[in-house]
């Protein structure tokens, strides 16, 4: 008899979104990511004669039943352990179930040597609750309800994100249930974002990605209002920061900025710095997902090191500081 089989699978998260809302046509609801390095990686074991999936930890209850499913879906008559390990705080906003589920997936395809279609993928998930499309590489524009990707934007140059949790959580299955995105002024606003931001990913122009970015953060206080985002447009007026982009369905704000700018040494820890001395709790620094990783920051990777006020990892790139937490 063999070794059971197993296999391992990954998935990015997305510090929320760069935009969220709903199209003038049928009203559709859409949301684009933003990946982070920061993820889920879910290890898959089939077990021999056994029924049902058991989860650790046993709470990862989302990615039980899209095992589940995969399995019957595929007629692969067994059961088997399902670990998962993140690096994606939860109710926060940051696609936390949804990078499990999508590891899940990808470590129940490489244990049996199949591959389930994305779109097929993200239908299955949208049907568990409201996904974002972490599915699909790079920067996407997705239908979160109903689980279709509308349109790939493409790449950026990896960015900081400056952060600050507001604290507390939020539920995606409550949260979708009265958007407030649809008044006509307000959907043909949200078309004209959307289409400025994907001529903006096109030609990289990163300050009117962050000026759409920030115009959806202020939207969304009609959604779920962030506390401090008259404090986030202030500091990025004055720290000449890219822009403030929200989780919109979480519970944190972040800045946008450009590592390539001649005086982010000296901004990031000014910035950092001042968040701290306004006593706001849940400070951290992430790095977005794009050009130049050549692979994700998963559980396991390597730990930060300290650079006087600042803690960066080596790899992928993660920033963080003294007085914050280093993910």
Not at 18 to 37: D, H, M, S, Y
Not at 131 to 148: A, K, P, T
Not at 172 to 181: A, Q
């Amino acid at each position: 008899m063999g070794s059971p089989r197993t296999g391992i699978g990954r998935c990015l998260g997305t510090f929320g979104e760069l935009l969220q809302g709903a199209l003038p046509i049928e009203r559709r609801e859409f949301l684009v990511t933003l990946p982070i390095t920061e993820g889920s990686t879910a290890e898959f074991t089939a077990g021999r004669g056994s029924k049902g999936v058991r989860v650790s930890p046993p709470y990862k209850e989302k990615s039980r039943r899209l095992a589940e499913g995969m399995l019957r879906s595929y007629n692969l008559e067994t059961g088997g352990k399902l670990r998962i390990e993140s690096a994606l705080p939860e109710g926060k906003g940051f696609a936390s179930s949804s990078a499990d589920m999508v590891a899940t997936a990808r470590a129940i395809e490489a244990a049996f040597g199949i591959q389930l279609p994305r779109h097929s993928l993200a239908r299955i998930m949208s049907a568990i609750e409201p996904s974002d499309g972490v599915m699909y590489e790079g920067i996407v524009s997705f239908h979160q309800l109903e689980g279709i990707v509308h349109g790939r934007l493409g790449t950026l140059p990896s960015l900081t994100i400056v952060a600050l949790d507001e604290g507390g959580g939020a539920e995606t299955m409550e949260l979708c249930e009265d958007r407030g995105f649809h008044s006509a002024g307000r959907l043909d606003e949200y078309e004209r974002l959307l289409h400025d931001l994907r001529r903006a990913v096109k030609q990289c122009h990163l300050p009117s990605v962050g000026d759409v970015a920030t115009r959806s953060s202020i939207l969304n206080q009609d959604v779920l209002p962030k506390e401090q985002l008259e404090l986030f447009l202030d500091l990025r007026a004055r720290y000449d920061a890219l822009g403030v982009v929200a989780t919109h369905s979480g519970t944190c704000l972040g800045l946008l900025i450009d590592p390539g700018s001649p005086r982010y040494p000296e901004v990031l820890p000014e910035l950092v710095g001042e968040l701290l001395a306004c006593h706001c709790p849940g400070v951290r620094v992430y790095r977005t997902y794009g050009a130049g990783h050549l692979c994700p920051k998963m559980p396991g990777a390597p730990s930060a090191q300290l650079y006087g006020s600042v803690c960066e990892t080596q790899g992928p790139g993660l920033l963080a500081t003294t007085g914050t937490q280093c993910v």
